[in-house]
C-alpha cells in the first residue's frame, strides 16, 4: 500500500533526530515492527556459522564518511584521501581572489575543489581518490553517551551523541515514558 501523500511530505521534512524517536516509539508499541525493523538495520555477525551477536547493517566509514553496508563491503570499496585540501597557489586559480570579498580560501575547498591540492598526494582536489580499501566503521558510534529527545506525547527518547565529535548525528535507542518532558523544552514545536 503506498503512502499517501501527506505522510510522504511530513516524512521527508522531519528531522532525522524526530524520525529516529518517531521510529524507537512504534518500535517499543508493536513487537512486530521492531521486529522488521530489526531485520532492515541488524546482520548476524559471527565467523564458522556461529552467530556471536546482532551488528548494525549499516555504518558510516571514518575513511570516506559514506554509508556503507557490512554485508557488502570488499576490498576497494573505500575510496578516499588521507590527507587534506590546501590551497594551491602555483597557478593562477587564486590570482583575482579577494579575502575581502570573497571569503578566507581555506573555507571554499568544496566549492572550488580546482584550486585545491591533496596533501597526501599532491593532486588536484577534483581527483579521483589515491587509496582505496575496506570500509571502516567509525568506532565513535559506538561509544556515545545518550541524550534525551522529547517527544510530542511527553514520552521521551533516549538519543546517543559521541563524546568526542559534537556534530557526531544523534541515534535514537530506547524510550522511556517521561511526563515532566514537553515537547517545547527540546525545541520541537
Known amino acids: 500500500m503506498p503512502l499517501n501523500e501527506s505522510l510522504h511530505a511530513a516524512i521527508f521534512s522531519a528531522t532525522p533526530d524526530r524520525l529516529r524517536s518517531t521510529l524507537l516509539q512504534i518500535c517499543n508499541q508493536s513487537p512486530a515492527t521492531a521486529a522488521l525493523v530489526s531485520d532492515k538495520l541488524l546482520i548476524n555477525e559471527g565467523n564458522g556459522g556461529r552467530v556471536k551477536r546482532k551488528q548494525s547493517r549499516y555504518e558510516v566509514c571514518k575513511n570516506c564518511n559514506r554509508e556503507f553496508s557490512a554485508e557488502k563491503n570488499?576490498?576497494?570499496?573505500?575510496?578516499?584521501?588521507?590527507?587534506?585540501?590546501?590551497?594551491?597557489?602555483?597557478?593562477?586559480?587564486?590570482?583575482?581572489?579577494?579575502?575581502?570579498?570573497?571569503?578566507?580560501?581555506?573555507d571554499l575547498a568544496d566549492e572550488f575543489p580546482e584550486g585545491f591540492r591533496y596533501t597526501c598526494c599532491n593532486q588536484l582536489g577534483i581527483s579521483l581518490a589515491c587509496q582505496?580499501?575496506?570500509h571502516i566503521g567509525d568506532a565513535e558510534t559506538k561509544r556515545r553517551k545518550p541524550i534525551e529527545v522529547a517527544s510530542d506525547d511527553g514520552s521521551s527518547a533516549f538519543s546517543e551523541e559521541s563524546e568526542d565529535d559534537p556534530k557526531t548525528k544523534k541515534i535514537a535507542i530506547r524510550g522511556t515514558k517521561n511526563p515532566s518532558v514537553n515537547s517545547q523544552s527540546n525545541g520541537y514545536h
Open 74 to 106: 570488499f576490498d576497494g570499496a573505500c575510496l578516499w584521501h588521507p590527507g587534506k585540501k590546501e590551497p594551491d597557489f602555483s597557478g593562477d586559480f587564486w590570482a583575482d581572489h579577494d579575502e575581502e570579498c570573497h571569503g578566507n580560501i581555506s
Open 132 to 134: 582505496n580499501g575496506l
